[in-house]
């Protein structure tokens, strides 16, 4: 039986990560010695976290950073980006957290784009971080973990640190992030969220989640440069006073082995690691004592019925679910409501509502399958950064919309059907396949081609290449392992093709357009 721990309700908004800075100084007050922080690569204490956190304020003020600048961090998950993320939300500084996977012209793409005048990076992304730190914006920029003598554009962080006082300041202004979310055409974009716009209510799920001061201990499953993981693992404990346990790398038994040395109250997982777990041997799931857990919350993907169905009966009626995204969202649900509803994402979350509409942006009726749209609560929630083509085409008057398609049943739950054609989702990680597109095309045998998601029973979806072919060239397996070659010598492997499919007409347009739409539907 699971060991259902009492809760405290909340009382500061989930979603508001800018008031972690100064919550991290209240607990350092009230409980100095308390765990923040639990890692492989060091712990912290929020007395040490808050102290570092202080220093760093100090070091990035002394470089010339002032409230309003952007910070970007490129780091894994250890204390130091815990350091970054409190001493941006309480220095009034902007921070963007990147994918360490990323390869080097990606980033410094990201690091030029969010206009960054400071630039943190880890030792293990040193190569990909050397063309970033060659910005001329940046004002600073530091390395985390680096050998002596590494590259002299960097300062280590460490002796960046070192020369300040780790008193708190006297002068906190509230800071902010912007994540990058993966878009369906072009680059990335930065979601900067309106500071002023009205918070929503608590949700059930935020209820259900709330934590005790001193006993619940949080397990981050992902990696920190996600919203997901960032909000709900690392900015929502700390602003509660509670510790976290950060992975390094998600291994399924590492998993329940930390639940239960830790006794982990809460977690974050995505529909992949569900698969894992589930696959581990019955005598290794049963080895581990997870009887500690009363909140895991899960998202990003779509989680088959069964799946879902199979973890509730290990884990007991502790599996909630939320739909989101970087922009907004959204609708959450508690397992109770789901055993009801399987299958469903839940109805919209208080000061949310959620409407499916037509092309013509029209309501459908309850059955009806649409595109879904959020109310927001108030104008302008969210803007992509620099682009406000991409943003007007998000709304529709004040509701916006993620691109994805479901219906509504007759008590106002709502059901996805799929996501836009163009979007790929593989384990939890949102994939734009024009940018895979574009790197194909270089390749002189690739005619045309369309990028899609094709179903993967682990990870949701995995990426595809539809290729069709120039004139003199033939199909065969060792031209398609060349043209999987060449994406990864020019992007992150988590977006490159793992396979290649060749077809001599792809389907268009009247306007000679690509429909990636009707390619994608041939492996659903």
Not at 91 to 96: H, K
Not at 115 to 138: K, M, S, T
Not at 320 to 325: I, L, V
Not at 378 to 392: H, I
Request: net charge negative.
């Amino acid at each position: 039986m699971t060991d259902h721990r009492a809760a405290q309700p909340f009382l500061a908004n989930p979603r508001d990560a800018a008031a972690v800075g100064m919550s991290i100084a209240f607990t350092a007050r009230r409980a100095p010695a308390r765990p923040a922080i639990l890692s492989e690569r060091g712990d912290r204490t929020f007395a040490e976290l808050n102290a570092q956190a202080n220093r760093l304020v100090r070091a990035l003020r002394a470089a010339g950073l002032r409230a309003g600048d952007a910070v970007a961090l490129m780091c894994s998950n250890r204390p130091e980006f815990a350091e970054v993320f409190a001493a941006c939300l309480r220095a009034g500084l902007r921070l963007t957290c990147l994918n360490w996977h990323l390869r080097a012209d990606e980033v410094a793409y990201i690091v030029d784009d969010c206009e960054a005048r400071a630039f943190i990076a880890e030792a293990r992304c040193a190569e990909e971080a050397r063309i970033a730190a060659g910005n001329d914006r940046l004002l600073t920029r530091l390395m985390i973990g680096a050998e002596v003598g590494f590259d002299d554009r960097f300062q280590h962080y460490d002796d960046a640190l070192s020369q300040h006082s780790g008193a708190d300041i006297d002068d906190p202004v509230r800071g902010s992030t912007m994540l990058y979310t993966s878009g369906t055409t072009g680059r990335p974009k930065g979601v900067r969220r309106n500071p002023v716009a009205r918070p929503p209510a608590p949700s059930a799920t935020d209820t259900a989640g709330s934590f005790a001061r001193g006993e619940s201990l949080v397990l981050c499953t992902g990696p920190l440069y996600h919203a997901a993981p960032l909000q709900t693992n690392l900015a929502l404990p700390l602003l509660r006073g509670v510790g976290v346990v950060l992975m390094d790398k998600w291994d399924a038994e590492q998993t329940l082995a930390l639940i239960e040395r830790h006794r982990i109250t809460h977690t974050h997982m995505v529909a992949t690691m569900f698969h894992r777990l589930l696959a581990l041997p019955g005598e290794v799931r049963e080895r581990y004592d997870v009887s500690s857990l009363v909140f895991v919350i899960h998202g990003a993907a779509p989680t088959p019925v069964h799946v879902k169905h199979a973890m509730i009966e290990w884990l007991g009626p502790v599996v909630y679910e939320y739909y989101a995204a970087t922009e907004g969202g959204g609708t959450s649900i508690t397992p109770e409501q789901w055993l009801r509803k399987p299958g469903s994402v839940g109805p919209p979350n208080p000061g949310r509502a959620v409407v499916v509409l037509d092309d013509d942006h029209k309501p459908l009726p309850t059955g009806t399958t649409g595109t879904v749209y959020f109310t927001t609560p108030d104008e302008g929630a969210f803007e992509y950064f620099k682009s406000p083509d991409k943003t007007a085409a998000s709304f529709a008057g004040d509701l916006f919309t993620l691109g994805d398609h479901g219906y509504l049943d007759e008590d106002g739950y709502l059901f996805l059907t799929g996501r836009t054609s163009e979007l790929i989702i593989a384990g939890g990680v949102n994939i734009y396949p024009a940018e895979i597109d574009a790197v194909l095309l270089m390749h002189p045998a690739v005619a045309d081609v369309a990028c899609v998601g094709v179903p993967n029973e682990e990870r949701g979806e995995e990426v595809k290449a539809v290729v069709q072919l120039a004139a003199g060239f033939e199909a065969s397996s060792e031209l398609a392992e060349a043209l999987i070659a060449s994406c990864r010598e020019r992007l992150a492997k988590f977006k490159c093709p793992r396979s290649v499919d060749f077809d001599p007409d792809l389907p268009r347009s009247d306007a000679g357009k690509v429909l990636r739409r009707l390619v994608r539907e041939r492996y659903w």
